[in-house]
Protein backbone atom coordinates (compact mmCIF):
# COMPACT_ATOMS: atom_id res chain seq x y z
CA UNK A 1 0.00 0.00 0.00
CA UNK A 2 2.80 2.30 0.58
CA UNK A 3 4.74 1.69 -2.72
CA UNK A 4 1.28 2.67 -4.16
CA UNK A 5 1.22 5.36 -2.44
CA UNK A 6 4.90 6.47 -3.04
CA UNK A 7 4.48 6.15 -6.71
CA UNK A 8 1.19 7.91 -7.25
CA UNK A 9 2.89 10.75 -4.74
CA UNK A 10 5.88 10.86 -6.88
CA UNK A 11 3.56 10.77 -10.28
CA UNK A 12 1.75 13.81 -9.21
CA UNK A 13 4.11 15.51 -7.39
CA UNK A 14 7.50 15.04 -8.13
CA UNK A 15 10.29 13.07 -6.34
CA UNK A 16 11.57 15.24 -4.54
CA UNK A 17 8.74 16.88 -1.88
CA UNK A 18 7.70 16.45 1.85
CA UNK A 19 4.77 14.15 1.15
CA UNK A 20 6.98 11.80 -1.00
CA UNK A 21 9.89 11.66 1.65
CA UNK A 22 6.85 11.08 4.39
CA UNK A 23 5.62 8.50 2.47
CA UNK A 24 9.65 7.04 2.27
CA UNK A 25 9.81 7.27 5.79
CA UNK A 26 6.96 5.23 6.47
CA UNK A 27 7.65 2.88 3.88
CA UNK A 28 11.47 2.77 5.15
CA UNK A 29 9.93 2.09 8.67
CA UNK A 30 6.90 -0.65 7.34
CA UNK A 31 10.27 -2.93 5.59
CA UNK A 32 12.55 -2.61 9.35
CA UNK A 33 9.32 -4.40 10.83
CA UNK A 34 9.53 -6.88 8.15
CA UNK A 35 13.19 -7.37 8.75
CA UNK A 36 14.56 -6.08 5.10
CA UNK A 37 16.73 -3.36 7.53
CA UNK A 38 18.87 -2.71 3.87
CA UNK A 39 15.36 -1.87 2.14
CA UNK A 40 14.64 0.06 5.30
CA UNK A 41 17.69 2.25 5.25
CA UNK A 42 17.82 2.74 1.81
CA UNK A 43 14.27 4.68 1.37
CA UNK A 44 15.01 6.37 4.38
CA UNK A 45 18.43 7.87 3.12
CA UNK A 46 15.90 9.27 0.53
CA UNK A 47 13.57 10.82 2.81
CA UNK A 48 16.51 11.93 4.42
CA UNK A 49 17.94 14.20 1.65
CA UNK A 50 14.23 15.41 1.19
CA UNK A 51 13.65 16.19 4.52
CA UNK A 52 16.84 18.09 5.23
CA UNK A 53 16.00 19.71 1.73
CA UNK A 54 13.07 21.11 2.59
CA UNK A 55 13.07 21.37 6.30
CA UNK A 56 17.30 21.77 6.90
CA UNK A 57 19.03 19.92 8.53
CA UNK A 58 18.01 20.87 12.53
CA UNK A 59 14.25 20.63 12.05
CA UNK A 60 12.21 18.32 14.52
CA UNK A 61 10.89 16.09 11.28
CA UNK A 62 14.27 15.40 10.50
CA UNK A 63 15.13 14.20 13.82
CA UNK A 64 12.75 11.89 13.28
CA UNK A 65 14.35 10.51 10.01
CA UNK A 66 17.99 10.17 11.70
CA UNK A 67 16.58 8.25 14.42
CA UNK A 68 14.78 5.59 12.30
CA UNK A 69 17.84 5.56 10.07
CA UNK A 70 20.31 5.21 12.79
CA UNK A 71 18.23 2.46 14.37
CA UNK A 72 18.26 1.04 10.46
CA UNK A 73 22.05 1.13 10.45
CA UNK A 74 22.26 -0.47 13.78
CA UNK A 75 20.15 -3.79 12.70
CA UNK A 76 22.94 -3.82 9.74
CA UNK A 77 25.68 -4.01 12.25
CA UNK A 78 26.92 -0.35 11.65
CA UNK A 79 26.54 0.79 15.47
CA UNK A 80 28.99 3.57 14.79
CA UNK A 81 26.73 5.15 11.69
CA UNK A 82 24.08 4.39 14.12
CA UNK A 83 25.48 6.23 17.42
CA UNK A 84 26.47 9.04 14.97
CA UNK A 85 23.04 9.80 13.41
CA UNK A 86 21.23 9.24 17.07
CA UNK A 87 23.65 12.00 18.17
CA UNK A 88 21.99 14.65 15.72
CA UNK A 89 18.70 13.01 16.36
CA UNK A 90 19.44 13.79 20.24
CA UNK A 91 20.52 16.95 19.65
CA UNK A 92 17.71 17.89 17.59
CA UNK A 93 15.39 16.60 19.89
CA UNK A 94 16.82 18.42 22.76
CA UNK A 95 16.73 21.88 21.51
CA UNK A 96 13.44 21.19 20.47
CA UNK A 97 11.83 19.56 23.73
CA UNK A 98 14.13 19.94 26.00
CA UNK A 99 16.31 17.28 27.51
CA UNK A 100 13.78 15.20 29.70
CA UNK A 101 11.25 15.37 26.95
CA UNK A 102 8.77 12.18 26.11
CA UNK A 103 9.43 12.86 22.46
CA UNK A 104 13.20 11.70 22.98
CA UNK A 105 12.67 8.90 25.17
CA UNK A 106 13.75 6.27 22.99
CA UNK A 107 16.72 7.93 21.26
CA UNK A 108 18.40 7.76 24.20
CA UNK A 109 18.16 4.02 25.00
CA UNK A 110 19.37 3.39 21.33
CA UNK A 111 21.62 5.78 21.34
CA UNK A 112 22.73 3.88 24.60
CA UNK A 113 22.48 0.50 22.97
CA UNK A 114 24.84 1.46 20.39
CA UNK A 115 27.27 3.11 22.72
CA UNK A 116 27.24 -0.31 24.44
CA UNK A 117 28.19 -2.09 20.94
CA UNK A 118 31.20 -0.24 20.65
CA UNK A 119 31.92 -0.68 23.95
CA UNK A 120 31.31 2.52 25.90
CA UNK A 121 29.47 1.06 28.61
CA UNK A 122 29.58 3.92 31.15
CA UNK A 123 28.12 6.16 28.30
CA UNK A 124 25.56 3.60 27.65
CA UNK A 125 24.56 3.38 31.32
CA UNK A 126 23.92 7.20 31.44
CA UNK A 127 21.92 7.41 28.26
CA UNK A 128 19.23 4.13 29.52
CA UNK A 129 19.36 5.72 32.55
CA UNK A 130 18.10 8.97 31.46
CA UNK A 131 15.67 6.68 29.50
CA UNK A 132 14.48 5.01 32.04
CA UNK A 133 13.50 8.24 34.02
CA UNK A 134 11.71 9.76 31.04
CA UNK A 135 9.70 6.11 30.66
CA UNK A 136 9.18 6.22 34.70
CA UNK A 137 7.83 9.78 34.50
CA UNK A 138 6.00 9.32 31.48
CA UNK A 139 4.55 5.83 31.80
CA UNK A 140 5.03 4.96 35.72
CA UNK A 141 7.42 2.46 37.03
CA UNK A 142 5.64 -0.42 36.45
CA UNK A 143 4.96 0.08 33.10
CA UNK A 144 5.51 -2.96 30.10
CA UNK A 145 8.52 -0.89 28.69
CA UNK A 146 10.30 -0.23 32.03
CA UNK A 147 11.55 -4.04 32.18
CA UNK A 148 12.88 -3.70 28.55
CA UNK A 149 15.13 -0.43 29.24
CA UNK A 150 16.34 -2.02 32.80
CA UNK A 151 17.44 -5.33 30.99
CA UNK A 152 19.34 -3.40 28.65
CA UNK A 153 21.16 -0.86 31.80
CA UNK A 154 21.81 -4.29 33.84
CA UNK A 155 24.16 -5.29 31.04
CA UNK A 156 26.06 -1.99 31.12
CA UNK A 157 26.41 -2.25 35.24
CA UNK A 158 27.54 -5.58 34.50
CA UNK A 159 30.14 -4.95 32.19
CA UNK A 160 30.77 -1.88 34.63
CA UNK A 161 31.30 -4.48 37.52
CA UNK A 162 28.92 -2.79 39.40
CA UNK A 163 27.21 -6.12 41.26
CA UNK A 164 24.92 -4.47 43.72
CA UNK A 165 23.30 -2.58 41.20
CA UNK A 166 23.10 -4.82 38.57
CA UNK A 167 21.22 -7.15 41.60
CA UNK A 168 18.77 -4.62 41.77
CA UNK A 169 17.92 -3.89 38.50
CA UNK A 170 17.59 -7.50 37.61
CA UNK A 171 15.04 -7.68 40.46
CA UNK A 172 13.33 -5.15 39.70
CA UNK A 173 12.88 -6.08 35.51
CA UNK A 174 11.99 -9.71 36.90
CA UNK A 175 8.89 -8.60 39.27
CA UNK A 176 7.84 -6.31 36.82
CA UNK A 177 7.82 -9.21 33.99
CA UNK A 178 6.43 -11.76 36.58
CA UNK A 179 2.97 -9.24 37.07
CA UNK A 180 3.03 -8.84 33.08
CA UNK A 181 3.49 -12.34 32.69
CA UNK A 182 3.05 -15.38 35.38
CA UNK A 183 5.90 -16.51 37.49
CA UNK A 184 8.79 -17.54 35.42
Do not use: F, M
Not at 42 to 59: C, T, V, W
Not at 73 to 79: E, I, K, P, R, S
Not at 81 to 107: N, V
Not at 132 to 137: F, P
Amino acid sequence: RWERALKIQVREDGPHNRQVASTLGNLGNAYGTLGDAARQRGLLERALAIDEREYGPQHRVVAITLANLGCAYGTLGDAARKRDLLERALKIQEREYGPQHRQDASTPGHLGNAYGTLGDAARQRDLLDRALAIDEREYGPQHRSVPITLATLDCAHVTLGDAARNRDISSRAHKIQERDNGPT
